[in-house]
C-alpha cells in the first residue's frame, strides 16, 4: 500500500475543486465532496451528468483537468502508475455490468483477483476466501457456475464478490440496481447496505433511482449537469424548493 502506516486523514476520500473536461464539454465543474470512512454516500442524478466519470477520476481510471483528489490520504495526481495501481488494491469498483470474464466460472472469476494481487497466500487460502465472500453474498450455489448461466442480480453480486475478495476499503458503485426489476434491486440496497456493516467498508454509489438511494444512503449528494446541487439526509433534501431536486421526489 502507497500510505504510510500512521499516516493521519480525515476522510477516506476527499475531492477539492475537480474539474474535468471531455474536448470542450465540461463534464465536472468544480467538484469538492468528502467521504468518511463509516459511510454509504449516494450521488443521485440524472444519466449523463457526470456521476460515473466522477467516480471513474477518483480510482484513477479518468484523468481530471484541475483540482485534487486524495484517497486515504495520497493525492492520486501526484502518484505515478506504480503507486496508483497499488493503490486500487484498496478500492473495489462495480461496474454496471459486474465486468465478469465470460470464459471463467464465478469461482475462477474471484480467484483471478487474488493470484494476482494476493500472491502472498496458499491456494486453501485463496479458496476459502472465495468461499467467505460467495456466501456473504448469497451466491456460494453458482461457485462453479459460468456468467452466462446468471442472472442480472447474480451478475451483480458475483462481481460485488469479486470486489470484495480483495478486502478493500472504499467500494465505488456504478450505477448497481440499472436492468433490475423492483424486488432484485432492493435485495442489491440491502446487500450493499450489510457490506458495509461486515465488511467496514466506506462507499460511494452512484444511481438515478431515489428508492434505491433511500435505503442505502447515509448522506447523499444530488448532481445536475456537471455540478453539486445540495447534499443531506433524505428528509433534508425533501424540503429544498428547487424543481430538478424535487423531481427525484415525485
Do not use: W
Not at 492520486?76 to 465470460?102: C, H, P, S, T, V
Amino acid at each position: 500500500m502507497t500510505e504510510v502506516p500512521g499516516t493521519y486523514y480525515k476522510y477516506v476520500i476527499e475531492m477539492c475543486g475537480v474539474n474535468k473536461f471531455f474536448g470542450e464539454h465540461k463534464v465536472l465543474k468544480d467538484i469538492s465532496l468528502e467521504l468518511s470512512s463509516d459511510e454509504n454516500l449516494v450521488i443521485l442524478g440524472r444519466s449523463g451528468t457526470g456521476k460515473t466519470v466522477l467516480i471513474k477520476c477518483i480510482a484513477g481510471l479518468e484523468t481530471y483537468d484541475s483540482g485534487e483528489i486524495y484517497v486515504m490520504g495520497n493525492n492520486i495526481g501526484e502518484m505515478d502508475d506504480f503507486a496508483l495501481n497499488d493503490l486500487r488494491k484498496n478500492i473495489g469498483f462495480l461496474f454496471q455490468g459486474g465486468a465478469l470474464y465470460d470464459s471463467m466460472t464465478v469461482e475462477e472469476n474471484l480467484l483471478f483477483p487474488l493470484q494476482r494481487n494476493a500472491r502472498n497466500l496458499q491456494e486453501g487460502e485463496m479458496s476459502d476466501l472465495v468461499d467467505e465472500v460467495l456466501v456473504s453474498v448469497e451466491l456460494i450455489d453458482a461457485k462453479y457456475k459460468m456468467p452466462q448461466e446468471l442472472s442480472g442480480g447474480m451478475k451483480k453480486r458475483a462481481g460485488l464478490a469479486r470486489t470484495l475478495v480483495l478486502k478493500p476499503k472504499v467500494i465505488l458503485y456504478d450505477e448497481p440496481t440499472t436492468g433490475l426489476d423492483p424486488f432484485t434491486a432492493q435485495g442489491i440496497s440491502e446487500l450493499i447496505v450489510s457490506v458495509k456493516e461486515r465488511y467496514k467498508t466506506a462507499s460511494i454509489v452512484v444511481t438515478h433511482d431515489m428508492k434505491f438511494a433511500r435505503t442505502t444512503a447515509d448522506r447523499m449528494i444530488i448532481m445536475d449537469q456537471g455540478q453539486i446541487l445540495a447534499e443531506g439526509k433524505y428528509k433534508e433534501l425533501k424540503m429544498i424548493e428547487n424543481e430538478i431536486i424535487k423531481g427525484f421526489f415525485n
